[in-house]
């Protein structure tokens, strides 16, 4: 049922005066006791963005925080009905806004960005792939987990501890995120930028060791020796072992 106008109009206002503090008497509504309302729901984001982003809330001062999470809540329309998406908008809005806590912490839109990552891919639908437990890692084709992140960061929020991390960190970052078929937990691996290229060539679609190491080698212009190829052998059965691969095609 179509709500009547009057009633669209002052449940509009109840929704600002939750998000911005600012009240316009609204008809029906006791003005000492509507303030109730606004705590209430701020405390449900506050609650799910310090729950969504821990290394942030502990990086962050009070007084950052708490100056962050009002300025979001009272200036974005979050577009989303779902409560667990909210802090994907809240990364997004911090990284476009061009937060004026980016100035002292500069990595901060990443550090939300990994965190936000961890959940998305905890949330992820699951995703199959058609693969056979056993088979030989030199011989046999590949697969990849389906359900995975690679990303690339300029600093190495997934790495330090926050508080620590600096300009004179800035670089190159490779990070693996998979999420484990039976338990759900999402694992992290950090990567050269080698592996990572090889990674990204799998996901494509499955290739043999051989095939893997040949044009990632390629690519990277260095000559494929017996160390080289006993490090990736290495890194691929604990990627067996850790589920990030799933098995052979």
Same mark, same amino acid.
């Given at each position: ?88 908008? !809240?990364?997004?809005?911090? %990284?476009?806004?061009?937060?004026? =806590?980016?100035? @002292?912490?500069?990595?901060?839109? /990443? &550090? ?78 950090? !990567?050269?930028?080698?592996? %990572?290229?090889?990674?990204?060539? =799998?996901?494509? @679609?499955?290739?043999?060791?051989? /095939? &893997? ?37």
């Amino acid at each position: 049922m179509k709500l009547l106008e009057t009633t669209w109009n002052h449940q509009s206002e109840l929704a600002i005066f939750c998000r911005t503090g600012r009240y316009n008497p609204i008809p029906g509504v006791n003005e000492k006791h509507v303030s109730q309302y606004r705590q209430l729901v701020y405390n449900v984001v506050d609650d799910t963005l310090q729950s969504a982003f821990p290394l942030t809330h502990h990086l962050l001062t009070p007084k950052e925080w708490d100056g962050l999470v009002n300025d979001f809540f009272s200036s974005h329309p979050c577009q989303s009905p779902q409560i667990w998406t909210m802090p994907k908008e !809240l990364w997004a809005w911090v %990284a476009n806004k061009r937060s004026p =806590l980016l100035k @002292k912490y500069p990595f901060l839109d /990443e &550090l939300l960005w990994f965190e936000w990552l961890e959940i998305e891919l905890f949330m992820m639908e699951d995703k199959t792939t058609a693969c056979k437990p056993e088979g030989n890692l030199k011989k046999d084709k590949l697969v990849l987990n389906p359900e995975h992140h690679l990303k690339h960061f300029t600093y190495p929020v997934h790495l330090k501890n926050a508080k620590y991390i600096t300009p004179s960190d800035k670089g190159h970052y490779f990070l693996m995120m998979h999420r484990e078929k039976v338990t759900g937990k999402v694992n992290f691996t950090n !990567l050269s930028p080698f592996l %990572a290229r090889m990674l990204e060539i =799998l996901s494509e @679609k499955p290739f043999t060791f051989k /095939e &893997l190491i040949e044009q990632t080698s390629t690519e990277f212009e260095v000559a494929t020796d017996q160390q080289l190829e006993e490090d990736v052998i290495q890194f691929l059965d604990n990627s067996v072992r850790s589920g990030l691969i799933s098995g052979f095609q």
